[in-house]
């Protein structure tokens, strides 16, 4: 393979997300018995608030035709899952979860991929062998909000150190930073890993083209994706942040909670230590 082959790109990661999206739901399903009058109305207020705004700020016809090349480009690009996730997702994630007692959560982002590799309760994240990046250990439990423990599991996946994610970047093993923890009775587990990179989502593709021309930045900050899951308890999809990173304040998935932030506690072997727990809410009837 070239270098040029080994770099990662929009397109190619805009369309893994894509292929994967379409691979792993059935979305259409889920709201298959939605009325008429639901389409009708929620269709409605998003197209009456692109009307809206084309009024109130005098939109051009030469805006008009950058929006729909724009547009097209996103799809082209297969970018659409990045574009939804990071300006849009968290807002679904905020009404989903508004009545929940347990651990705060956070949206999913594109990079989610099933069945990765069950490691147990205590174990190492699958890595490459010189994986670089500060050594992290981390310690906590699955518990019920009642603070039972829970036998489940936690799918932990984050980016590397270069911030690019296996299955969605060139180059890295299928399961690279990918992995499924399961625990017993105790509901406690101990993974160790390494720090992950903070993240700045594709600049080359139709996403960074908006960025651009808006004076945006495309950071995410560094952060550690999970799914816990257990029998009977709604499953908590949410992201943990490492205190300090300068884009805590202003991710641009806006996508950070005070809950989220970690506590690390750096070792003696200049490793850090993390304690961070989880409580699900039990399954609604
Ligand atoms: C995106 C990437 C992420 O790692 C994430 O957590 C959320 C969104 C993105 O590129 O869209
Ligand atoms: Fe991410």
Known sequence: MSAADETATAAASGAAATER???DKSPYDAVKDTPKE?????AREVIGAIHETIRKHQVTYDEYNALKAWLIQVGADGEWPLFLDVWVEHVVEDVATADRKGSKGSIEGPYYAPNA???GADAELPMREDEA???LLWEGAITSVDGTPLAGTVELWHADSDGFYSQFAPGLPEWNLRGTFTTGEDGKFRIRTIQPAPYQIPTDGACGKLIAAAGWHAWRPA??????????HQQLIAQLYFPGDPHNDDDIASAVKPELILSPVTQADGSAKIDYSFALD???D
Request: glycine share 8%.
């Open 21 to 23: 999206f379409h691979h």
């Open 38 to 42: 639901r389409v009708d109305l929620l």
């Open 117 to 119: 590799p069950e490691r």
């Open 133 to 135: 990046g500060t050594p």
């Open 223 to 232: 952060h550690l994706h999970v799914k816990v899951s257990a029998p009977g």
């Open 282 to 284: 039990p399954q609604e």
